[in-house]
């Protein structure tokens, strides 16, 4: 089947008013809190606005506490605006409104003042989009821009609204009727135009260095370290301090370059306006793209261009490549609107006219050319700028999504807990000076010195490691990263959806990854495998020929098969030929290459061609050892083409047999599935056994391409404007073009890995039900040792509810020896366990609308355990992903970017398989074809999520353990040394931490899932257990030293640090800095061993030499500049030496052991399993529900009291 154009790129995510969520938005509005909130809807998502005025009160109570709080008012509104809006600004109606709080889906909150245009000259210049597609002229406009896009004030819908969005939602009759006005615009409808739309450009300024700068220090991180640096440099530790100075400025100086460095590479993937021709003042012009305005009329040039704007064609047809924005790497061929079908008033612009629809960014290829001569292909502007769907992408990547909440909440509440401690550390440090009465000063400075020891300001940069280093290692491996938050939610991923366009279409695992694309799953296309024509018995009834594995006429017209067929499958299809080369579809160019018939581009000249709008018939011919089965003339002409639609399952062709005494003869071919193609055709031309041989072949897997046709009387103009829904109807039945579907090499075996790793795998697919259960055992989808069953309807049997009556019947399972490749996979499939489902569910498309639509109630149990859907339309794959993430689910899809765009941005992560960098359909985008990059980039999220996991403890036990030795110092009346400082937060630290995250993904995914958050049970038993083993550790070398008869106690000199008992505690705290770097690099099952982590193995040793030769040197250079006091027993060294290494060895089989293995595995594992027999909500739905209704799929026969009396033949018919 041909790839799937007709709904390319889904335009209605641009939130027109025929979109899915938009309807589902008006038919369940969200509540309004207040007068003066309302919503705004932008792209996909939603966003709460509140209106303000100003007042002059306000302003003066506003400006006064900035002054007041010395600007400390001010730094908490830029945090929280909402703030500022509530003192500042008094609410109103937006009628009256000033100014604008917009509150995205993500909490993110954004002020924006509302500006106003009025007119220049003569009143009514000003004009804008209504509803209708028509334009009003107005005296004035209010608006605000917000995320590059402008909103308009509709007084009369009382409703803040984007132009374009009206553009995109026009009634489409309205669209089309304008197509007899291509005078164009003048200048001064351009004009008013530009004043509602603004210029067509990209603009994207660089953002002046000093705003980047002050963005990223006024976090409240980097202004608690300025906090701690001010204190430090009150108390004498200047040098640390100006170190700690210069190490934030280096930081922030490298988050500006690495915001310019994205600025300027976004700005590269926009490039240039260059210059187009355009109709003004009846004339065509040459003049700057940025000059476009909406319903300009553009002359596209014959060679290769980058398209400026998305535009409308309105006559002739162009080839172009979309691959930049959506993956597609198959040239589309464009449409003019004349070739649209007739439609009612009320059907909008949308999705399924794409065909007629130039995308901004996509190169245009090919114009077609008429009797060889340059067409002057015109083109509508439909949007520009930000609105066009190019600027949908530039938005993308320049807004992305925020980083996931509950991992930041986790950051905060583990920040609290150390603050506690803090506090502890305070109070104790308050009442210990006091009671030696020192001065307040002192005891001030002291105190608030613990908490900036506790409290590391650096944690979320640390954090932050791990996926800078994952996102370069996708990078060698050709997958790119838009947004990098994706990458840790790749980690916590346990559900895959693959599509597969011919076969298999796509798959989701609970650990959920999609994939779409041809080829995805199965090798490069498809293999033609037979042919089953029709022909008629002695009864005049029609039945089904014999196998042909070939297309020669000749052979089939020996068992009298009707040689339709053959014509039907040279020329039902939509191949190109670009610079001498066929491009399409695959499938489509091995049934091309199997006929051996030649396309040319090109027609001989007749009267009715000539006349009708510069059509460019495709021309077909027969191999000549075929010729005496055809016309005299030999040939054929394609002279429209409806293009394959997935909601409708099929694709035609009106073909003419030009020839002296058949001018007006002319055969409509049609092609698609089973199912749709018999409800198309004539009872009488259906073979008896048609249902049953189109099962049969489904249950073995093969791919089945119904063929029928019609013969018609017409001229070519009213071949041309007659609907398509009547030219395929009432078709002749032909046969079934019979395709093997071989999986790749690669699929099965990540399939395997993927379920062995507890990431449950779900097919959608466009095919058959029975192809993809076929194809689903055969790649591993349906487990050997689990029951399958199908979940179908009756359309026309209703239950005592008067809902459409649905029934479940068991399928064949998968064979246990194809599937279990080796014992790990095998000792997978015989595991049984309370979270996991002993049977798998399957479903068609139409069944899964009637769910949805009367039985609301199973969708959340048919998504936990459905793992194969069939049919499936293309705005259902959105809604199978949404079904599954409200269950908990964590998903991801992998697709092409064709019909899947909502699919890919409505997963937690997604991957577009394109030649591109970056796609319009999700933030990862890969250059290799297969589903191996799913592997990659969830074994890199793994990573990242566990090496975040591993700094932040990492990071916390530093500030833990410096805590401990300031403490017990504290008690001697001495501190740590300016150097010693320096030498552990410097150099210990920064660089250890710095290559702590350096350790690369594991080899193969492990069935264990990473901590889905921070703040486990694990995580603090580590990094307080690793508290108490430092504390035995610290204590008992102090103790020790204390107890020695030459020890040198500390003069109680006011903050004398060259002490003793601090060389000692400072000796005990580098070996455990030093051991913490593979206490927290534990390899298994996540990431490789640590030795394999080379940077930090070397410094480590390098770290390790440097301290054993402070330790066991006397050189008054280091003793100085260090704060050391030597000991003078080399025993005692040793013995120090010895407690140090003991305090590490029993921090790494603690952490390895009892916290990796006893508390991670065992403890929280009986935690989770407990609460979930208890059904507790802090479970993820979907875990529940398994361990509700996993055992047994008779809940469903409960719940619908299904019916097992109808027979596979009425199953089947129920699809039709």
Not at 8 to 25: A, F, H, P, V, W
Request: contains cysteine; charged residues 20%; hydrophobic residues 40%.
């Amino acid at each position: 089947m041909p790839t799937e154009r007709a709904s390319l790129l889904d335009t209605t995510t641009q939130r027109g008013y025929n979109s899915i969520e938009m309807k589902k938005e008006k038919d369940n509005p969200k509540p309004t809190s207040s007068f003066n909130q309302a919503r705004l809807n932008i792209g996909e998502e939603s966003c709460d606005i509140f209106a303000y005025k100003k007042t002059t009160s306000r302003t003066i109570l506003h400006y006064t506490l900035c002054v007041v709080t010395c600007g400390i008012y001010m730094l908490v509104c830029y945090w929280y605006p909402a703030l500022m809006m509530s003192v500042r600004f008094k609410p109103s109606s937006h009628e009256e409104s000033d100014y604008l709080l917009i509150e995205d889906a993500h909490g993110t909150q954004t002020l924006k003042e509302i500006f106003g245009t009025h007119n220049e000259g003569e009143i009514g210049s000003l004009v804008r989009r209504t509803r209708y597609g028509t334009l009003e002229k107005v005296d004035s406009i209010r608006f605000f821009t917000y995320r590059k896009i402008r909103y308009i004030w509709y007084e009369k819908d009382n409703e803040w609204l984007n132009p374009a969005d009206l553009d995109s939602t026009a009634p489409f009759n309205t669209i089309k009727s304008s197509m007899t006005y291509l005078t164009g615009l003048t200048n001064e409808e351009a004009d008013a135009r530009r004043h509602v739309y603004n210029q067509n450009v990209l603009y994207l300024p660089l953002t002046p260095l000093l705003k980047i700068l002050f963005k990223e220090v006024l976090g409240p991180f980097y202004l608690f370290q300025v906090f701690s640096v001010t204190l430090w440099y009150v108390d004498n530790y200047a040098y640390y301090a100006s170190v700690i100075v210069l190490i934030t400025v280096v930081s922030a100086g490298l988050s500006v370059r690495s915001a310019r460095k994205q600025e300027r590479k976004v700005r590269n993937m926009v490039g240039e306006s260059g210059t187009v021709t355009v109709r003004r003042n009846k004339e065509d012009i040459v003049v700057n793209a940025s000059e476009l305005v909406p319903d300009d009329i553009v002359v596209l040039p014959t060679d290769t261009f980058v398209l400026p704007c998305d535009m409308l064609l309105l006559n002739g047809t162009v080839i172009v490549n979309e691959a930049m924005l959506t993956g597609e790497s198959v040239p589309v061929t464009k449409a003019s609107l004349k070739e649209a079908d007739e439609c009612g008033p009320e059907v909008r612009l949308s999705s399924e006219h794409n065909r007629h629809t130039l995308f901004c960014g996509t190169s245009v290829l090919q114009t077609r050319n008429y009797k060889n001569q340059p067409v002057l292909v015109r083109a509508r502007v439909l949007r520009t700028g930000f609105s066009t769907l190019k600027g949908q992408l530039v938005r993308s990547i320049m807004y992305p999504k925020p980083a996931d909440k509950e991992a930041l909440n986790d950051i905060f509440v583990f920040i609290s807990v150390l603050g506690c401690i803090a506090l502890l550390g305070f109070g104790y440090t308050v009442g210990l000076m006091v009671s030696r009465r020192e001065t307040p000063a002192h005891i001030i400075i002291r105190s608030l010195d613990i908490i900036t020891i506790v409290v590391p300001p650096a944690l979320p940069a640390a954090m932050s490691v791990g996926m800078i280093n994952a996102i370069s290692r996708l990078k060698k491996k050709l997958i790119y990263c838009t947004s990098p938050t994706a990458i840790n939610v790749c980690g916590l991923i346990n559900v895959v959806c693959l599509k597969k366009t011919i076969s298999v279409e796509y798959i989701f695992f609970c650990f959920q990854a999609c994939f779409d694309k041809t080829g995805t799953l199965t090798a490069e296309g498809l293999d033609f495998n037979s042919l089953k024509g029709v022909k008629k018995d002695k009864n005049g009834k029609v039945q089904f020929t014999k196998e042909f594995n070939n297309l020669d006429p000749a052979t089939l017209s020996e068992d009298n098969a009707n040689l339709n067929i053959v014509i039907a499958a040279a020329s039902c299809h939509s191949l190109t030929r670009i610079d001498g080369k066929l491009h399409g579809d695959p499938l489509e160019l091995i049934l091309v290459e199997k006929s051996n018939w030649s396309i040319e581009e090109a027609v001989d000249s007749g009267e009715e061609t000539e006349d009708f709008d510069n059509v460019q018939p495709t021309v077909l011919r027969p191999p000549p050892e075929h010729a005496s089965f055809h016309p005299e003339n030999h040939e054929y002409s394609v002279i429209k083409q409806h293009p394959f639609n997935s909601v409708l399952q099929r694709m035609s062709v009106i073909v003419s047999t030009p020839s002296e005494h058949s001018a007006h003869e002319m055969i409509v071919f049609s092609k698609g599935s089973p199912e749709m193609i018999a409800s198309l055709c004539l009872s009488e031309t259906l073979p008896e056994d048609y249902m049953d041989i189109v099962n049969l072949y489904a249950r073995r897997g093969f791919r089945l391409i119904a063929v029928a046709s019609k013969s018609v009387h017409m001229n070519f103009a009213k071949a041309l404007k007659t609907p398509r829904a009547q030219m395929e109807s009432d078709l002749e039945f032909l046969g079934l073009i019979i395709m093997e579907n071989r999986l790749k090499d690669v699929t099965l075996s990540i399939i395997n890995e993927l379920s062995v790793a507890n990431i449950r795998c779900v097919m959608v697919t466009g095919d058959n039900i029975l192809t993809a259960m076929s194809v689903a055992r055969e790649c591993g989808i349906i487990r050997p040792t689990k029951k399958a069953f199908i979940i179908n309807h009756h359309k026309d049997e209703k239950d005592p509810l008067g809902r459409t009556k649905l029934f479940i019947e068991q399928s064949q399972t998968s064979s246990e020896s194809d599937i279990d490749t080796d014992s790990e996979v095998r000792e997978f499939d015989l595991k049984d366990s309370i979270e996991k489902s002993k049977y798998q569910l399957a479903i068609s498309g139409p069944t899964y609308a009637v769910i949805n639509n009367e039985y609301p109630e199973l969708v959340e149990r048919i998504t936990a355990v459905c793992d194969v859907y069939a049919r499936m339309a293309p705005d259902q794959k959105a809604q199978m992903i949404s079904a599954n993430q409200s269950i908990g689910a964590k998903v991801l899809m992998c697709g092409d970017g064709a019909n899947d765009c909502a699919a890919l941005k409505a997963a937690h992560a997604g991957i577009s398989l394109s030649e591109a960098e970056a796609s319009i359909a999700a933030p990862f985008t890969s250059n290799v074809p297969d589903i191996s990059c799913v592997v990659e980039v969830i074994k890199e999220g793994r990573c990242a999520v566990v090496t975040s996991y591993a700094v932040s403890k990492y990071m916390a036990a530093y500030s833990l353990n410096e805590f401990l030795s300031v403490m017990l110092l504290y008690n001697d009346g001495t501190n740590i040394s300016d150097g010693q400082f320096l030498y552990i937060d410097l150099i210990l630290i920064t660089i250890v931490a710095l290559f702590l995250g350096n350790t690369a993904a594991a080899n193969k995914l492990s069935p264990l899932p990473p901590p889905g958050r921070l703040a486990t049970s694990s995580f603090y038993f580590s990094v307080f257990g690793q508290l108490v083993i430092n504390i035995i550790t610290q204590t008992a070398a102090y103790v020790l030293v204390r107890a020695q008869p030459w020890y040198i106690p500390n003069p109680e000199a006011l903050d004398n640090t060259t002490t003793m008992i601090g060389t000692t505690v400072f000796f005990t705290a580098c070996s455990m800095y030093l051991g913490y770097a593979f206490v927290y690099s534990r390899g298994w099952p996540f990431r490789r061993s640590v030795f394999t982590n080379w940077p930090l193995c070397l410094t480590v040793a390098i770290l390790t030499v440097v301290n054993l030769f402070m330790i066991f040197t006397n050189i008054e250079f280091v003793n100085s500049a260090m704060g050391f006091v030597h000991i003078p027993k080399l025993s005692m060294l040793f013995i120090i030496l010895a407690i140090s290494w003991c305090g590490v060895f029993i921090s790494i089989i603690y952490e390895h052991f009892f916290v990796d293995r006893i508390v991670a595995v065992y403890f929280e594992n009986w935690l989770r399993k407990r609460r979930l027999r208890r059904g507790d909500t802090s479970i993820p739905a979907y875990e529940r529900i398994l361990a509700d209704i996993g055992g047994s799929p008779a809940w469903f026969e409960q719940e619908v009291n299904v019916s097992r009396s109808m027979n596979r033949k009425e199953t089947m018919e129920s699809q039709l």
